[in-house]
């Protein structure tokens, strides 16, 4: 079959010249591709302004989609009552803080994913996602641990009574649904460290949609079930995220990729893949729980302030996650970004990538300071409207002050988050890890003793917060900007790259603990050559026709 492909000129490469009839679809398809490996502007160029948003917009979607639900969730909680509001606020923290660990291990799974993905090792794909699986389902029984332990948490935090027991209640729902959280983020790495992020928009919110409807039904008692307020409201939760896992699954089984990726056969146990998902994911989620404990230690200690502060705290941090949750979508597709180009040798392409996300991303967050700032009342009317609170005027004028706090910290939050995600996608794990026990341990003691012993008011503990952030975007930017990143990988190197390039057992070692290639080459006196990994274009093809990998 004869194909249009570029013609060489004095060793340059040419777009295909169009024929008599017109251009084939397949040598327009060659064309683009040409102009845009070609392009110096911003927005054409590789890893610019459109690679960037084709590949995160569906990402943020998917964000926002959680944000919404968890929005609109505690907005319909709040026509019920404050107390059920703040305590599905309190337990939905907490709840997290119980997840994120192992999360972010199920989560890593997408950068294994996108290195093998980006090195053409299509068959350790389906065998990286299973071993997130296996990561979920040893997680399980230590969740489900939790469930008689919820009354002790809260306990600790000193909550009023009717408080108290809406937190337990709601925490002990919510754990229910926790397996099925971990094993889709694990499954749906398989569609993200692919490109494929279009199916976890879908997927996504799908699951979303479905929650709220069964919010709106079993909140407030339609269609002849009874209203169940805060346990309808956990409930919901609970069976959309087990629909989100199920649909996931099913997608994966599908036979051009159990074929392709080894997605069926991958789901058994594999000791070595395993290991590493634990070397590099283990940082990365311990780095995610000790960032959501401090907030969590944070949110309890400012609810022993009284309930209006709890209240406005809740508002302010609820409507922060509009800012927040979109800026996290981004972080990730600049992670896998990252992973691709790393495995192709092209790290001046994933630093591009990063500073192209992060552009995109602060001018987000300055959009919606600037919302936080002059229109504040765009977001807390919703809350405001059918809040059983007495003093509404108070709550509300304390709740704007606070979304001036989010704006001071938004920028500092977008360089927080992408910079640590970009240098995760490279395996600069540890870092991430030494830095957020010190942050963590910061914020967790400077509130309880701004709330314990300074008696600190809620704008004093917001200071802290808002300093916090601050210290951590820029301690993110000065790694990333040092650039050790650019020479670790996650993978173990092709076979071919280790019989043209012999390692021993010991360099071996040092690759699967993130060292790079080219270090441990150049202490061995030998250099490894580059390879220019061509860009796989069945990014958006589950199984090329007649074609079959094996692992």
Request: glycine share 8%; aromatic share 12%; net charge neutral.
């Amino acid at each position: 079959m004869n194909q249009e492909a570029p013609a060489e000129i004095n060793g340059q490469a040419t777009p295909p010249a169009e024929g008599k009839s017109g251009q084939s679809a397949t040598g327009k398809l060659q064309t683009d591709s040409y102009a845009a490996e070609h392009s110096t502007s911003w927005w054409g160029r590789p890893c610019g302004g459109r690679e960037v948003l084709a590949l995160s917009v569906p990402l943020v979607i998917s964000s926002l989609s959680w944000t919404v639900m968890t929005f609109i969730d505690r907005m319909l909680l709040n026509w019920v009552s404050e107390t059920a509001m703040n305590a599905a606020f309190s337990a939905g923290t907490t709840w997290f803080a119980f997840i994120c660990l192992p999360m972010g291990i199920c989560a890593y799974a997408s950068t294994f994913v996108s290195q093998y993905f980006g090195d053409k090792q299509y068959g350790k794909i389906g065998p990286s996602v299973g071993q997130g699986v296996w990561a979920a389902m040893i997680a399980t029984p230590l969740l489900l641990a939790g469930i008689p332990l919820a009354p002790w948490i809260f306990d600790l935090a000193g909550h009023e009574s009717a408080l108290r027991a809406a937190e337990v209640t709601y925490l002990q729902i919510l754990l229910w649904g926790a397996p099925a959280m971990l094993a889709s983020q694990a499954l749906a790495a398989f569609f993200s460290g692919r490109s494929r992020t279009n199916v976890v928009m879908i997927v996504d919110g799908g699951s979303a949609v479905i929650n709220l409807a069964l919010d709106y039904i079993m909140i407030f008692g339609k269609f002849g079930l009874p209203a169940m307020g805060i346990v309808g409201a956990g409930w919901a939760t609970v069976i959309a995220l087990w629909l989100k896992f199920l649909i996931y699954f099913a997608l994966i089984a599908r036979k051009p990729n159990r074929v392709r990726f080894n997605t069926i056969s991958g789901l058994r146990f594999h000791r070595k893949l395993f290991g590493r998902l634990i070397v590099f994911g283990g940082p990365s989620g311990v780095q995610f729980l000790l960032d959501v404990l401090g907030f969590t230690v944070f949110i309890l200690l400012v609810g022993r302030l009284g309930k209006l502060e709890h209240a406005a705290t809740t508002m302010a941090f609820s409507i922060s996650t509009l800012a927040f949750m979109p800026i996290y979508g981004l972080s990730i597709a600049a992670s896998i970004l990252v992973g691709q180009r790393l495995v192709e040798d092209k790290p001046e392409l994933a630093a591009r990538a990063t500073w192209t996300t992060l552009t995109i991303g602060i001018s987000y967050m300055a959009c919606m300071s600037l919302l936080y700032i002059f229109a504040p009342e765009l977001f807390l009317s919703g809350f405001l409207a059918n809040s059983t609170f007495l003093d509404k005027e108070t709550l509300a004028t304390t709740a704007a002050t606070l979304l001036l706090f989010v704006a001071a910290y938004n920028l500092f939050d977008a360089m927080l988050m992408i910079f640590s995600a970009a240098i995760k996608g490279a395996g600069d794990t540890r870092f991430v890890l030494y830095v957020s026990l010190l942050m963590a341990a910061i914020l967790a003691s400077a509130s309880w003793v701004a709330v314990e012993r300074l008696s600190f008011g809620v704008y004093g503990c917001w200071n802290i917060i808002t300093a916090w952030v601050c210290i951590g975007g820029v301690i993110y930017l000065l790694r990333f900007l040092q650039g050790r990143w650019k020479s670790m990988r996650v993978i173990e190197p092709r076979v071919e790259d280790v019989i043209e390039h012999p390692l021993g057992g010991e360099e071996l070692d040092q690759i699967r603990a993130g060292e790079s290639i080219d270090a441990i080459a150049q202490d061995k006196s030998s250099t490894a050559d580059h390879r220019e990994i061509e860009h796989d274009d069945t990014v958006h093809s589950d199984v090329a026709a007649g074609a079959t990998y094996t692992e």
